[in-house]
């Protein structure tokens, strides 16, 4: 191999810049949620993806909408979001007075309500905007799976039939998207993607919808 | 400048004036060619592009002393060019590796590049903004082409262009092919063409003329590679395959608009079809 044919593939070999692979925090001194939303979209339209599963076991009132504006950019998707609410943390929350910090830790009241009254509002208002664009026929549908199963990583992934699908890891929740200096990661390796698909298939045949989680809430 | 001929010169420099990118492309001029006479300069934040035509003897010395001077009224900066080099030659090519910047034809190269493999490979992600800006307005392509950074290239593209189609009708079943050499400078040199069909190689040679040329063989080739040589020396060489059957795969989109919390929501409606010609 001559020099120059050495350097042009050492170099090919460095040159593998990813916009979807990528600390955002890092990339751009101001990062804009925006400009990864938009990256997003284009990608998932770029394959042409028809079913997308989203899964955060965070989940916040603000997040289905920041879903929505990924991926409703083509008609008739089907977009799934698999989540469990764990945000509401398991004790109710304030900001313990000496070290501001607000772990879950910190045992007290917040705005006089109980865990249970503020998961309930957190899942009310999710079913609320569910109910809203499915009526507006923005997607084919849209389905929020409450996992029975723990589960920590979140990632965006879709698997249409024939095609290599494409599955984003997200180093952080939807709700803390493009801040603490989390990444996201692009994976192409197929065997972790069966993985993924059968994680989905789990969940789907373990998981309960928000009426169920409603209901739940308010017997407990 | 000698015999209508101009060394295209372009510089991409940084703020220390470190060499970015290069080239000069020794250009054949036709009566309808601009030349550029002194250096020009265009800034893009901290990088700046500097182009000018050089004359053949300029370019030469540069290659020689591998520095590259431009000269500005209050003043001059000294580009410093690397030190390894290395010469190939850019086919036309379905399957070419290497970067040609001229659309449909071949050239000669000569590569300057640095000898220790030090390189940045950030660089041009850290700075993707300005070096779209930079391509598009120059025509250059070192972001899809990495190894293009921090080098200087030599170009003298050969004027040569080839017409290549295959035929099947009233003349018989094969080919046609013709030349165009628009200053005339390889008239009678001989053209090898190597016509393929299901395995089988059928070669016809003829001396490069202006004229269009039927080879009828039987069958329309499957693919063909053409070389020209002239003085000995290879001027010309394409290789590719001829299309018969083109798939297509189309998207039909249309658009759906939806208010939502008072934006309005633009939805693609994307219906696959796919046909063959």
Redesign the interface.
Known sequence: M???AQ??A???A??D?DSLTTIPMI?FQDPKPQLVVERIAEAF?SV?ARRIYVADPYLNETDV?LV?RMF?????REVTIITRFDNVPAEPLTLCSKCRSDTAEVKGTAGGKSRSERRSDVVTVVKNTVV??TN???FKSLRILVANVKFHDRFIFCYDDGSKGLLLWCGTSLNHFMSQYSGIVRISNRSFKRQVVKFIELVESDSKSLDSLLAEIENA | MSEGVVCRTIVVLDSDNRLLYGHSIFWKLSALDYVVRSWKKKKFGHIAVYFSDLDEFEIHSVMESRQLVLNFESESIVVVIPS?S?E?FLEQSYDADEYNPFGSLCAAVK?F?PAN?K?D??Y??DNKERFAQIESEFGLSVSTC??L?ETFSVYTPIRLEEDFRGIEDHRGTGYEIAFSDPFSLYQGANVLVQAMTDGAVNEHSYSLDKEQHVVVTGSVPDSVVTSVTFAGKLVFRSSFSLLKKISISS?IVSQ?H????GEV??????E?RSFDV
């Open positions: 001559s020099r120059w350097r042009k050492a170099i090919k460095e040159s810049y990339e339209k042409n909408d929505r409703d950019g083509v008609f008739d809203d664009l507006k026929r923005i | 390894e290395e190939a590569y590049f493999a390189f490979a950030d041009l992600s990495p190894h950074l998207s759906r939806v208010e939502h919390k929501i633009t939805q693609s409606i994307i696959k």
